[in-house]
């Protein structure tokens, strides 16, 4: 089974994002690496990434970066500067991973107080993912690598609080968007457009979305003290919560007035369309006319659920979208057969933290005609990624194929228009006003 995988401004603390094949066994690096064994997570990682990428990568250019990684991981740590070898690479991958292997060794010996092996295995390798330039190619630790195989299988958990966070654009405030009923925030009295300023007194104002929900995340049953910026307040307060074990919902579903049903999509996980389904039928039986589908913040999941949950809207053998590998090799996913007897009016709610599964799922059904996008343009990070267990307990996950869809769109670096195009503004955050959902509401009341 395939899987995508999305890389996103906005992550939602109780939401893993991410989606990959996990093969039963890794392959190791060759015998003649020298000292850099199958046993070595930096030259099963280099090997993967040259062996497995759907475009050609240069062998300099990944060992490079990778010894970039490490500098940068020492200057991080207070050396400064760092002495670290810089090798001439060859070209020749066996060989320059040979050389990159000595470079990290000697580097850690080096440094040893300051930088442990497995810290300098996760910046080399980090590294070398980032420098592909693709968001379906990256690194993952140990836990991150468990948490993401947990959320692909539908069986994520982790300690936390139990908020979702947003930001409106790179440099704004951190806004706590929704916190789930019941869980640790909630009853530490955290609310909807509430700002994060510091996590444990770290101010985190710079700090990417993925990197407070890396700083919040963490044992159950620890605190977590959290300075918030209430909403419609001056004054900020600091907030002491325990993590609990937060298992994130994968749908969500309502009624809203004008008997318009609400459905919250978090992802594709394999257990989806079943959840959907449910979800679907639900409102129905509740007498919803029509349909508003939230994939905002949707990352993707498995591509055999994004077929399953498609299939419910477009008829039997249309093709949905079509894969081609490094070797050219095409593979169509149709849909299965599972169609509704009745699909109402649809409206889509996207925006730029859509990516992968949700952003396929917006873009078949907006060209089919079966819905109509609102909101605003998509992460455009699509195609197929596989993930690989590496020595240790990492993971790395390898951009593996390109994706189109049905009528031969490349939606990857582009991401999808919506129909009606609408912004969130971080004074709406912060105000807890969502003026997409409320256009699309408008949209559906005006019979368009």
């Known amino acids: 089974m395939k899987r995508l995988f999305w890389l996103i401004l906005a992550v939602a603390l109780t939401l893993t994002t991410g989606c990959s094949q ?29 062996q497995r990428s759907v475009d050609p990568i240069d062998a300099a250019t990944l060992a490079t970066a990778g010894v970039n990684g490490l500098r940068a991981a020492l200057i991080e740590n207070g050396v400064t500067p760092p002495e670290v070898p810089s090798p ?18 000697a580097t850690i010996d080096r440094y040893s107080s300051k930088l442990s092996s497995q810290k300098a295995n996760d910046a080399v390798i980090s590294a070398m993912a980032k420098s592909v330039g693709d968001c379906h190619t990256s690194y993952f630790t140990p836990e991150q690598f468990k948490q993401q195989i947990a959320w ?33 925030a909630a009853k530490a009295g955290l609310k909807d457009g509430d700002v994060i300023q510091a996590v444990d007194g770290r101010d985190v104002s710079s700090y990417s979305v993925q990197a407070v ?30 993590r ?30 079943g959840q959907l389904k449910q979800a679907l039928d639900a409102l129905d039986r509740q007498g919803a006319r029509s349909w508003i589908i939230d994939v905002r913040d949707n990352g993707g999941g498995a591509l055999d659920s994004v077929t399953q949950v498609l299939s419910m809207f477009v008829p039997k053998n249309t093709l949905l979208f079509y894969l081609y590998d490094a ?16 699909v109402p009016p649809i409206v889509v709610l996207t925006n730029d933290g ?33 993930l690989f267990p ?59």
């Open 22 to 50: 996990v093969p039963t066994s890794t392959p190791s690096a060759s015998s003649s690496l020298g000292q850099a064994s199958g046993d070595d997570p930096i030259a099963v990682a280099y090997q993967l990434i040259l």
């Open 88 to 105: 001439t690479f060859t070209q020749d991958a066996n060989q320059d991973a040979s050389l990159l292997h000595a470079t990290v060794q």
């Open 152 to 184: 692909v299988q539908g069986q994520m958990q982790f300690g936390g609080i139990g908020a979702s966070l947003r930001k409106a654009k790179p440099g704004d405030p951190l806004v706590i968007w929704r916190v789930f009923a019941g869980t640790p």
């Open 213 to 242: 929900v890396d700083l919040i995340r963490g044992p159950v049953g620890k605190p977590v003290q959290l300075t918030i910026l209430p909403v419609g307040q001056r004054t900020s307060r600091p907030v002491t919560i325990v």
């Open 244 to 273: 609990g074990e937060i298992q994130p919902p994968n749908v969500e579903y309502h009624m809203l007035p004008n008997q318009i049903g609400y459905v919250q999509l978090y992802g594709f996980p394999e257990n989806v369309a």
């Open 327 to 342: 070797n050219g090799k095409r593979t169509d996913y149709l849909a299965d057969g599972s169609v509704r007897s009745h």
């Open 354 to 386: 859509t990516g992968s599964g949700g952003e396929i799922f917006a873009a078949v059904l907006q060209e089919q005609g079966i819905a109509t996008l609102v909101g605003s343009r998509t992460a455009g990070c699509v195609g197929t990624g596989q």
């Open 390 to 448: 590496l020595p240790g307990g990492s993971g790395l996950q390898v951009a593996i194929a390109k994706l189109l869809t049905g009528q031969g769109k490349v939606l990857n670096q582009l991401g999808v228009t919506p129909d009606i195009s609408i912004d969130m503004s971080v004074q709406d955050l912060t105000n807890g006003h969502d003026p997409q959902l409320q256009r699309g509401v408008e949209l559906i009341q005006s019979g368009h």
